[in-house]
């Protein structure tokens, strides 16, 4: 079956001002799609085919098949970070546990902010959940912590056509709009209880397993 693009989770005039119905076009139709057409081309009549998306990323070696794939995974994931009037700061769950990790929303922000701003080149930025803590990753071309074993919870996009039509060379402001407007807290809370759940079933089966070793 030939893979197919995801809907975006909002109009394409919806980001505005932070990012124009133009820019969200451009990124959209002729980036995200282009990846998934690229993929389709490359796994037509091929096992390939037959595969989810994740697990293309996870089994592929490096190569057109896995760069496409991963854009295009990385893409939908990043629709998904964004929403109207979204920004500021989370609550609940992810609130305590950014506390917990980076001492303050304040430092998180700082750091995230420092990240997506200094990664040289083109890639992604993300917050995942990694052994039961958050961190930040920066992560290159199309590289994605899935292939790391980290649980994804929000990225942002730092290849110069995510943001270039509206901020120019100017990523700091990409960054600042994301951060304060754009972000999708409830994305990123539900995709920490998720990922929650699933380190608490693979560490309860690993500690199962270990006690079936050294059972006599």
Do not use: C
Not at 194 to 215: C, D, I, P, W, Y
């Amino acid at each position: 079956m030939p893979f197919e693009s995801s809907p975006l989770p909002f109009g394409r005039h919806a980001l505005a001002p932070h990012l124009s119905a133009e820019s969200v076009a451009l990124h959209y139709v002729k980036h995200y799609k282009g990846h998934v057409r690229a993929l389709n081309r490359l796994t037509e009549g091929k096992p390939e085919s037959e595969l989810s998306l994740e697990e293309i990323v996870l089994l592929s070696r490096p190569g057109p098949v896995l760069n496409n794939a991963a854009q295009a995974w990385n893409h939908a994931f990043f629709w998904n970070s964004l929403t109207p009037a979204g920004g500021g700061a989370p609550h609940g769950d992810l609130a305590a546990a950014i506390g917990r990790d980076f001492g303050s929303f304040d430092a998180f922000k700082e750091r995230f902010s420092r990240a997506a701003i200094l990664l040289f080149g083109s890639g992604w930025t993300w917050l995942v959940l990694s052994n039961g803590k958050l961190k930040i990753r920066q992560t290159r071309n199309a590289d994605t912590p899935m292939k790391h074993g980290d649980v994804s919870l929000l990225t942002l996009d730092v290849w110069e056509h995510a943001y270039y039509t509206d901020y120019h060379h100017a990523r700091a402001k990409y960054v600042a709009a994301f951060i304060d407007n754009l972000v999708n807290w409830g994305f990123a809370a539900a995709n920490l209880a998720k990922g929650a759940t699933k380190e608490f079933a693979v560490a309860e089966e690993s500690h199962q397993m270990g006690l079936s070793r050294n059972s006599p």
